[in-house]
């Protein structure tokens, strides 16, 4: 029981106190989630490693990391406040980062409404004084971790995500796992 409740503890102090690790993303609708989810478990048999849970599936936008909760009105906000496109995207291509091993799909082409909601939601964010990442973007959405080898699969993937909003995410570690919350979504314009 002591080392129960000890370990709940140590989830409860995977971030400071009164602050959530948060970050923009797309998070995929059904069609989207469940061809992501079946490629996770394909590039697992190919390639080992830990295949990213379904429900997890997202292609992140900002990374905020530690925020202290008291700013989330703040974000939502700015994040009412970005006027953006609807747009598809094509996920068609898979890539092995060997500094992480993280196996990865994307797309040849980012979408200029892709580009053009990130740019908007970083400069909203550097005005609200938020520190963000001035790395020039590049989409990913994480399928495997701890992959034990690169892909050699001869055919891409071929998946239409059609994106219709982006969402801002809470990453917190529970007792099941680490899992993402979905604080917030706002729609795209048609
Ligand atoms: P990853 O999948 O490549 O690890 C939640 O952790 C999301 O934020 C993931 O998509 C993760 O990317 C991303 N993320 C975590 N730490 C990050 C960082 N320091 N910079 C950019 N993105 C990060």
């Not at 609200?128 to 034990?148: Q, S």
């Not at 995410?169 to 680490?178: F, T, Y």
């Amino acid at each position: 029981m002591e080392g129960r409740a000890q370990r709940r503890r140590q989830i409860r102090r995977d971030v400071p106190a009164g602050t959530v690790r948060l970050f923009f993303a797309l998070w995929p609708e059904a069609g989207a989630q469940r061809a992501l989810g079946a490629l996770a478990q394909d590039l697992k048999r190919e390639c080992g490693g830990r295949a990213v849970p379904r429900h997890n599936v997202h292609l992140t936008l900002i990374f905020l990391g530690n925020v202290e909760r008291t700013r989330i009105p703040r974000l939502e906000a700015l994040a009412a406040g970005i006027r953006g496109a609807r747009f598809d995207l094509a996920v068609n291509c898979v890539e092995f980062w060997p500094h992480n091993r993280i196996t990865w799909a994307g797309t040849r082409h980012c979408p200029e409404a892709l580009r053009e909601l990130v740019a908007r939601l970083g400069q909203g964010l550097a005005a609200e004084g938020f520190r963000v990442d001035g790395r020039p973007y590049v989409p990913h959405i994480t399928l495997l971790r701890n992959a034990r080898r690169p892909t050699v699969t001869a055919a891409p993937p071929v998946i239409n995500w059609p994106v219709t909003g982006f969402a801002l995410v809470e990453s917190a570690q529970r007792e099941r796992g680490r899992v993402y919350e979905v604080v917030r979504d706002w729609p795209l314009t048609a």
